[in-house]
Protein backbone atom coordinates (compact mmCIF):
# COMPACT_ATOMS: atom_id res chain seq x y z
CA UNK A 1 0.00 0.00 0.00
CA UNK A 2 1.18 3.63 0.09
CA UNK A 3 3.42 5.24 2.24
CA UNK A 4 0.66 7.10 4.61
CA UNK A 5 1.03 10.94 4.78
CA UNK A 6 3.11 12.46 7.79
CA UNK A 7 0.74 13.11 10.32
CA UNK A 8 -1.09 9.88 10.03
CA UNK A 9 1.02 8.60 12.93
CA UNK A 10 -0.54 5.02 13.93
CA UNK A 11 -0.62 3.94 10.19
CA UNK A 12 2.70 5.50 9.45
CA UNK A 13 4.01 3.67 12.43
CA UNK A 14 2.51 0.40 11.00
CA UNK A 15 3.39 1.43 7.11
CA UNK A 16 7.02 1.51 8.77
CA UNK A 17 6.81 -1.79 10.99
CA UNK A 18 5.59 -3.80 8.12
CA UNK A 19 8.13 -2.37 5.61
CA UNK A 20 11.14 -3.39 8.24
CA UNK A 21 10.28 -6.51 7.69
CA UNK A 22 11.31 -6.82 4.24
CA UNK A 23 11.09 -9.38 1.93
CA UNK A 24 10.07 -11.49 5.24
CA UNK A 25 7.55 -14.78 4.43
CA UNK A 26 3.91 -14.22 6.11
CA UNK A 27 4.65 -17.93 7.72
CA UNK A 28 7.62 -16.79 9.13
CA UNK A 29 5.81 -13.33 10.21
CA UNK A 30 3.22 -14.90 11.72
CA UNK A 31 5.59 -17.94 13.70
CA UNK A 32 7.38 -14.77 15.21
CA UNK A 33 3.88 -13.18 16.09
CA UNK A 34 3.12 -16.14 17.91
CA UNK A 35 6.35 -16.87 19.78
CA UNK A 36 6.61 -13.29 21.12
CA UNK A 37 2.69 -13.54 22.41
CA UNK A 38 3.49 -16.47 24.13
CA UNK A 39 6.84 -15.46 25.43
CA UNK A 40 4.69 -12.42 27.16
CA UNK A 41 1.59 -14.31 28.26
CA UNK A 42 4.48 -16.79 30.36
CA UNK A 43 5.87 -13.64 31.62
CA UNK A 44 5.70 -12.72 35.42
CA UNK A 45 2.04 -11.57 36.10
CA UNK A 46 2.88 -8.69 38.30
CA UNK A 47 4.87 -6.83 35.86
CA UNK A 48 3.94 -6.61 32.33
CA UNK A 49 5.80 -4.49 29.70
CA UNK A 50 4.33 -3.23 26.40
CA UNK A 51 5.57 -4.56 23.39
CA UNK A 52 5.28 -3.96 19.70
CA UNK A 53 2.99 -6.45 19.03
CA UNK A 54 1.12 -7.26 22.10
CA UNK A 55 -1.93 -8.79 21.57
CA UNK A 56 -3.24 -7.53 24.73
CA UNK A 57 -5.31 -4.96 23.97
CA UNK A 58 -2.42 -2.50 24.93
CA UNK A 59 -0.75 0.33 23.11
CA UNK A 60 2.32 0.27 20.78
CA UNK A 61 5.04 2.70 21.34
CA UNK A 62 8.07 3.47 19.52
CA UNK A 63 9.34 5.90 22.02
CA UNK A 64 8.04 5.27 25.09
CA UNK A 65 8.69 2.45 27.19
CA UNK A 66 5.44 1.58 29.93
CA UNK A 67 5.20 -0.77 32.64
CA UNK A 68 2.68 -1.70 34.89
CA UNK A 69 3.84 -3.00 38.69
CA UNK A 70 2.92 -2.75 41.98
CA UNK A 71 -0.26 -0.17 41.90
CA UNK A 72 2.41 2.35 39.70
CA UNK A 73 1.85 2.71 35.68
CA UNK A 74 5.18 4.11 34.88
CA UNK A 75 5.66 6.11 31.65
CA UNK A 76 9.15 6.78 30.30
CA UNK A 77 10.78 8.87 27.32
CA UNK A 78 12.71 6.31 25.56
CA UNK A 79 14.49 8.60 22.72
CA UNK A 80 18.12 8.53 24.96
CA UNK A 81 20.72 9.14 21.90
CA UNK A 82 18.50 12.23 20.96
CA UNK A 83 18.51 12.80 25.01
CA UNK A 84 14.69 12.11 25.26
CA UNK A 85 13.60 15.32 22.59
CA UNK A 86 9.74 14.88 22.26
CA UNK A 87 9.24 14.11 18.08
CA UNK A 88 5.92 14.52 16.92
CA UNK A 89 5.31 10.62 17.42
CA UNK A 90 6.13 10.59 20.78
CA UNK A 91 4.01 13.82 21.43
CA UNK A 92 0.86 11.25 20.13
CA UNK A 93 2.27 8.15 22.39
CA UNK A 94 2.69 9.99 25.47
CA UNK A 95 -1.02 11.74 24.91
CA UNK A 96 -2.34 7.34 24.38
CA UNK A 97 -0.10 6.71 27.42
CA UNK A 98 -1.58 9.15 29.71
CA UNK A 99 -5.00 8.24 28.72
CA UNK A 100 -4.79 4.29 28.94
CA UNK A 101 -2.78 5.06 32.37
CA UNK A 102 -5.78 7.36 33.77
CA UNK A 103 -8.12 4.13 33.21
CA UNK A 104 -5.84 1.35 34.03
CA UNK A 105 -6.06 -0.38 37.41
CA UNK A 106 -2.66 1.61 39.01
CA UNK A 107 -3.40 4.48 41.51
CA UNK A 108 -0.28 6.10 40.43
CA UNK A 109 1.42 7.26 37.18
CA UNK A 110 4.86 8.36 37.16
CA UNK A 111 6.99 9.72 34.09
CA UNK A 112 10.57 9.60 33.92
CA UNK A 113 13.39 9.59 31.14
CA UNK A 114 15.71 6.44 30.27
CA UNK A 115 19.42 7.64 30.08
CA UNK A 116 21.39 10.74 31.46
CA UNK A 117 18.48 13.08 30.50
CA UNK A 118 14.90 13.14 31.93
CA UNK A 119 14.22 15.18 28.32
CA UNK A 120 15.59 18.13 26.24
CA UNK A 121 12.09 19.49 25.18
CA UNK A 122 10.13 19.56 21.95
CA UNK A 123 12.35 18.41 19.37
CA UNK A 124 13.47 20.62 17.13
CA UNK A 125 13.56 18.83 13.73
CA UNK A 126 10.07 18.68 14.46
CA UNK A 127 9.20 21.89 12.63
CA UNK A 128 11.55 20.45 9.47
CA UNK A 129 8.36 18.28 8.49
CA UNK A 130 6.69 20.95 6.52
CA UNK A 131 2.50 19.76 5.70
CA UNK A 132 1.36 20.75 1.79
CA UNK A 133 -0.30 23.49 3.33
CA UNK A 134 2.99 25.13 4.15
CA UNK A 135 4.81 26.52 7.43
CA UNK A 136 1.56 28.45 8.18
CA UNK A 137 -0.58 24.94 8.36
CA UNK A 138 2.31 23.80 10.71
CA UNK A 139 1.93 26.22 13.23
CA UNK A 140 -1.73 25.36 12.95
CA UNK A 141 -1.24 21.73 13.40
CA UNK A 142 1.41 22.44 15.82
CA UNK A 143 -0.49 24.63 18.07
CA UNK A 144 -3.60 21.82 18.24
CA UNK A 145 -0.96 18.86 19.32
CA UNK A 146 0.19 21.35 21.94
CA UNK A 147 -2.90 22.41 23.17
CA UNK A 148 -3.96 18.56 23.32
CA UNK A 149 -1.29 17.52 25.09
CA UNK A 150 -1.07 19.73 27.67
CA UNK A 151 -4.62 19.40 28.03
CA UNK A 152 -4.28 15.60 28.57
CA UNK A 153 -1.82 16.58 31.34
CA UNK A 154 -4.33 19.38 32.77
CA UNK A 155 -6.97 16.52 32.76
CA UNK A 156 -5.24 13.63 34.35
CA UNK A 157 -7.03 12.45 37.11
CA UNK A 158 -4.83 10.01 39.89
CA UNK A 159 -1.70 11.43 41.45
CA UNK A 160 0.83 11.58 38.95
CA UNK A 161 4.38 11.85 39.83
CA UNK A 162 7.65 13.13 37.97
CA UNK A 163 10.63 11.01 38.39
CA UNK A 164 13.31 13.64 36.78
CA UNK A 165 16.14 11.62 36.91
CA UNK A 166 18.59 13.81 34.89
CA UNK A 167 18.53 17.67 33.20
CA UNK A 168 15.23 18.92 31.94
CA UNK A 169 14.43 21.70 29.18
CA UNK A 170 11.57 23.58 27.58
CA UNK A 171 8.03 21.77 27.73
CA UNK A 172 9.39 18.85 29.94
CA UNK A 173 10.05 21.43 32.46
CA UNK A 174 6.92 23.63 32.22
CA UNK A 175 4.14 20.86 32.04
CA UNK A 176 5.89 19.84 35.86
CA UNK A 177 3.47 22.89 37.30
CA UNK A 178 0.68 20.58 36.43
CA UNK A 179 2.19 17.14 38.22
CA UNK A 180 1.62 16.46 41.68
CA UNK A 181 4.81 15.70 42.99
CA UNK A 182 8.34 16.14 41.49
CA UNK A 183 11.23 14.10 42.42
CA UNK A 184 14.79 14.96 41.69
CA UNK A 185 18.08 13.81 40.96
CA UNK A 186 20.25 16.47 42.29
CA UNK A 187 22.03 15.87 38.63
CA UNK A 188 18.95 17.54 37.28
CA UNK A 189 18.60 20.85 36.06
CA UNK A 190 15.38 22.80 35.04
CA UNK A 191 15.84 25.22 31.87
CA UNK A 192 13.05 26.96 30.17
CA UNK A 193 15.17 29.04 27.13
CA UNK A 194 11.98 30.42 25.44
CA UNK A 195 13.33 33.96 24.65
CA UNK A 196 17.14 32.09 23.27
CA UNK A 197 14.91 30.26 20.90
CA UNK A 198 12.35 33.18 19.87
CA UNK A 199 9.78 31.55 21.64
CA UNK A 200 6.67 32.05 24.55
CA UNK A 201 6.28 29.86 27.53
CA UNK A 202 3.82 26.96 27.33
CA UNK A 203 2.43 23.52 29.46
CA UNK A 204 0.54 26.28 31.54
CA UNK A 205 4.09 28.05 33.41
CA UNK A 206 2.76 30.89 32.89
CA UNK A 207 0.19 30.86 35.10
CA UNK A 208 1.54 28.02 37.59
CA UNK A 209 5.14 29.31 37.51
CA UNK A 210 4.58 32.92 38.64
CA UNK A 211 1.58 30.63 41.52
CA UNK A 212 4.40 28.16 42.34
CA UNK A 213 7.72 30.43 42.93
CA UNK A 214 6.11 33.67 43.10
CA UNK A 215 6.21 35.99 39.39
CA UNK A 216 9.70 37.66 39.77
CA UNK A 217 11.61 34.13 40.29
CA UNK A 218 9.13 32.59 37.01
CA UNK A 219 10.52 35.54 35.06
CA UNK A 220 14.16 35.07 35.53
CA UNK A 221 13.18 31.46 34.44
CA UNK A 222 10.52 31.87 31.42
CA UNK A 223 11.66 35.17 29.94
CA UNK A 224 15.42 34.96 31.06
CA UNK A 225 16.13 31.62 30.54
CA UNK A 226 18.16 31.12 33.84
CA UNK A 227 18.71 27.34 34.33
CA UNK A 228 18.11 26.16 37.66
CA UNK A 229 19.78 23.34 39.70
CA UNK A 230 17.68 20.37 41.57
CA UNK A 231 18.26 22.88 45.11
CA UNK A 232 17.09 25.86 43.50
CA UNK A 233 13.94 24.04 41.72
CA UNK A 234 13.17 22.65 45.09
CA UNK A 235 13.48 25.52 47.20
CA UNK A 236 11.55 27.68 44.44
CA UNK A 237 9.35 25.36 44.93
CA UNK A 238 8.87 23.72 41.62
CA UNK A 239 10.23 20.32 42.53
CA UNK A 240 9.23 18.29 45.73
CA UNK A 241 12.38 16.68 46.89
CA UNK A 242 15.79 16.37 46.41
CA UNK A 243 17.72 12.92 46.01
CA UNK A 244 21.25 12.27 45.63
CA UNK A 245 22.11 10.44 42.44
CA UNK A 246 23.49 7.68 43.66
CA UNK A 247 21.04 6.80 45.54
CA UNK A 248 18.03 8.72 43.80
CA UNK A 249 16.17 5.20 41.91
CA UNK A 250 16.20 2.74 45.22
CA UNK A 251 14.83 5.77 47.32
CA UNK A 252 12.01 7.27 45.42
CA UNK A 253 10.80 3.77 43.64
CA UNK A 254 10.54 2.79 47.61
CA UNK A 255 8.46 5.86 48.55
CA UNK A 256 6.32 5.58 45.35
CA UNK A 257 5.30 1.47 46.02
CA UNK A 258 4.35 2.59 49.68
CA UNK A 259 2.20 5.16 48.16
CA UNK A 260 0.36 3.16 46.10
CA UNK A 261 -0.74 0.55 48.40
CA UNK A 262 -2.68 4.19 49.42
CA UNK A 263 -6.92 4.11 49.06
CA UNK A 264 -6.90 4.76 45.20
CA UNK A 265 -10.30 6.68 45.27
CA UNK A 266 -9.14 8.61 48.22
CA UNK A 267 -6.16 9.72 46.31
CA UNK A 268 -8.31 10.68 43.37
CA UNK A 269 -10.74 12.53 45.09
CA UNK A 270 -8.31 14.42 46.82
CA UNK A 271 -6.54 15.43 43.62
CA UNK A 272 -9.57 16.53 42.21
CA UNK A 273 -10.58 18.67 45.43
CA UNK A 274 -6.90 20.14 45.17
CA UNK A 275 -7.19 20.68 41.02
CA UNK A 276 -10.57 21.14 39.90
CA UNK A 277 -11.16 24.56 40.86
CA UNK A 278 -8.08 25.47 38.80
CA UNK A 279 -9.34 23.50 35.80
CA UNK A 280 -11.70 25.90 33.79
CA UNK A 281 -8.15 28.66 33.98
CA UNK A 282 -5.88 26.35 32.97
CA UNK A 283 -7.64 25.19 29.70
CA UNK A 284 -8.14 28.54 29.10
CA UNK A 285 -4.36 29.68 29.97
CA UNK A 286 -3.29 26.64 27.33
CA UNK A 287 -5.31 27.95 24.80
CA UNK A 288 -3.90 30.85 24.72
CA UNK A 289 -0.54 30.00 25.06
CA UNK A 290 -1.01 27.52 22.38
CA UNK A 291 -2.03 30.36 20.13
CA UNK A 292 0.54 32.69 20.88
CA UNK A 293 3.01 30.58 19.86
CA UNK A 294 1.59 29.59 16.65
CA UNK A 295 2.43 32.98 15.64
CA UNK A 296 6.28 32.83 17.74
CA UNK A 297 6.88 29.77 15.13
CA UNK A 298 6.53 32.14 12.31
CA UNK A 299 8.53 34.88 13.33
CA UNK A 300 11.94 35.45 12.37
CA UNK A 301 13.26 35.08 15.53
CA UNK A 302 12.27 31.48 16.25
CA UNK A 303 13.46 29.90 12.33
CA UNK A 304 16.75 31.34 13.17
CA UNK A 305 17.15 29.83 16.29
CA UNK A 306 16.10 27.05 15.05
CA UNK A 307 17.64 26.77 12.12
CA UNK A 308 21.15 27.67 13.99
CA UNK A 309 20.77 24.32 16.04
CA UNK A 310 19.77 22.63 13.54
CA UNK A 311 22.81 23.19 11.67
CA UNK A 312 25.10 22.57 14.57
CA UNK A 313 25.59 26.19 15.21
CA UNK A 314 24.01 26.74 18.53
CA UNK A 315 23.35 24.66 21.54
CA UNK A 316 21.66 25.78 24.91
C1 LIG B 1 4.44 21.17 19.42
C2 LIG B 1 4.83 21.54 20.77
C3 LIG B 1 5.86 22.56 20.86
C4 LIG B 1 6.16 22.91 22.25
C5 LIG B 1 7.28 23.78 22.40
C6 LIG B 1 8.22 23.49 23.29
C7 LIG B 1 9.33 24.38 23.64
C8 LIG B 1 10.54 23.63 24.10
O1 LIG B 1 10.57 22.51 24.53
S1 LIG B 1 11.90 24.61 23.94
C9 LIG B 1 13.24 23.54 24.29
C10 LIG B 1 13.75 22.87 23.05
N1 LIG B 1 14.95 22.14 23.37
C11 LIG B 1 16.17 22.62 23.13
O2 LIG B 1 16.37 23.73 22.68
C12 LIG B 1 17.31 21.69 23.45
C13 LIG B 1 18.23 21.54 22.27
N2 LIG B 1 19.33 20.64 22.61
C14 LIG B 1 20.51 21.07 23.11
O3 LIG B 1 20.76 22.24 23.31
C15 LIG B 1 21.51 20.00 23.45
O4 LIG B 1 21.27 18.89 22.61
C16 LIG B 1 21.44 19.57 24.94
C17 LIG B 1 21.96 20.72 25.82
C18 LIG B 1 20.02 19.19 25.34
C19 LIG B 1 22.35 18.33 25.16
O5 LIG B 1 23.67 18.65 24.74
P1 LIG B 1 24.76 17.46 24.70
O6 LIG B 1 24.83 16.80 26.02
O7 LIG B 1 26.00 18.06 24.15
O8 LIG B 1 24.14 16.38 23.70
P2 LIG B 1 23.93 16.50 22.13
O9 LIG B 1 23.60 17.90 21.76
O10 LIG B 1 25.10 15.89 21.42
O11 LIG B 1 22.60 15.61 21.93
C20 LIG B 1 22.60 14.30 21.35
C21 LIG B 1 21.78 14.34 20.08
O12 LIG B 1 20.44 14.66 20.41
C22 LIG B 1 20.02 15.78 19.63
N3 LIG B 1 19.06 16.57 20.41
C23 LIG B 1 19.09 16.82 21.73
N4 LIG B 1 18.05 17.58 22.09
C24 LIG B 1 17.35 17.83 20.97
C25 LIG B 1 16.16 18.57 20.71
N5 LIG B 1 15.48 19.19 21.68
N6 LIG B 1 15.72 18.59 19.44
C26 LIG B 1 16.37 17.95 18.46
N7 LIG B 1 17.50 17.22 18.65
C27 LIG B 1 17.99 17.17 19.89
C28 LIG B 1 21.30 16.56 19.37
O13 LIG B 1 21.15 17.40 18.27
C29 LIG B 1 22.28 15.43 19.13
O14 LIG B 1 22.05 14.98 17.82
P3 LIG B 1 23.30 14.51 16.90
O15 LIG B 1 24.24 15.69 16.86
O16 LIG B 1 22.69 14.20 15.58
O17 LIG B 1 23.88 13.32 17.62
Known amino acids: MPKPGVFDFI ?8 NALGSLPKETARQNYVDLVSSLTSSSESSTQVKPGADRGQQEYENLVVTSED ?22 EIMLALKAASKDDSTITVVTGNGDYYCSGNDLANFTDIPPGGVEEKAKQSAIMLRDFVGTFIDFPKP ?39 LSPEGCASYTFPKIM ?25 VTEVFP ?52 WLSDECINATMNFLSKKAKL
Open 71 to 92: GITKIMFNRPTRKNAISTQMYQ
Open 245 to 296: DSTFQKEVWTRLKAYSKLPPNSMRISKQVIRNMEKEKLHAVNAEESSVLQER
Open 160 to 198: LVAVVNGPAVGISVTILGLFDAVYASDRATFHTPFSHLG
Open 214 to 238: GPAKATEMLIFGKKLTAGEACAQGL
Open 11 to 18: NKAKWDAW
